[in-house]
């Protein structure tokens, strides 16, 4: 049976990826226009945190992969790919399953680069597209149907990346969203969690929280 997931190959970039990680609260930022990252564009942050790797927890990534393997969507749809982290879970799970696609979408140069390379050394970069922009541009054109979305990018983009997917998701998908103790977040929750909008959302407790909402299709 295969298990992707635990190989030596994948663990050992995972592994190192965490370790990397765990040094985000003594890594500076770089020059921030403004002084803040409070009033900064998603693009501007994402330049000051080209250093930091904001990552999934690991069991965040371990939940993740459970929840494809589990709903074998055949295209995955990832906001906020950073370092990779969470993308070779999905990805991990992508090639267990034995069929779908990861679209992943990044703002900085320096984690796409840094992504792509990380999943090549995994050995799945032929199962994950990072995508370089804006994610409101660069997901617009991403094929549905889509089985499961990751939203963990910049907060208050949530929302509006969820609407953007949202023509495109197929009935019984799944959406994960991370840091959901986060207040920028409070926005996002309120719209899943009103039945009105088309959700069955249910707070899971893993590290900073993740929101997992199955949309019905309404």
């Given amino acids: 049976m295969s298990n992707t997931l635990h190989s030596p190959l994948v663990r050992t970039v995972l592994d ?3 370790a990397a990680a765990d040094r985000d609260d003594d890594t500076p930022h770089g020059p921030i226009p403004g002084g803040s990252l409070a009033t ?4 501007e942050r ?3 945190l080209a250093a930091h790797y904001l990552p999934i927890s690991a069991r965040g990534g371990d939940l993740l992969y459970a929840l494809v393997r589990a709903g074998r969507p055949e295209t995955v ?6 370092y990779g982290i969470s993308t070779l879970y999905l990805a991990a799970a992508v090639a267990d399953n034995g069929t779908g696609q990861v679209f992943s979408t990044e703002m900085s140069t320096t984690k796409i680069t840094a992504a792509r390379a990380n999943l090549d050394e995994a050995g799945l970069g032929g199962l994950a597209t990072v995508l370089a922009g804006n994610a409101l541009d660069t997901l617009a054109d991403v094929p549905g149907p889509i089985g499961l979305v990751l939203l963990d990018g910049w907060k208050e983009l949530c929302l509006p990346v969820l609407r953007l997917l949202e023509p495109r998701l197929s009935p019984g998908a799944l959406v994960v969203a991370d840091d959901i103790t986060f207040p920028t977040m409070a926005d996002y929750l309120d719209y899943v969690r009103e039945a009105a909008n088309g959700y069955v959302s249910v707070a899971f407790p893993v590290e900073d929280g993740m929101e997992i909402s199955c949309y019905t299709g309404n």
């Fill in 46 to 48: 994402a330049d000051a």
């Fill in 16 to 18: 190192r990826l965490f």
């Fill in 40 to 43: 900064a564009t998603a693009q």
């Fill in 77 to 82: 749809v990832e906001f906020g790919t950073s």
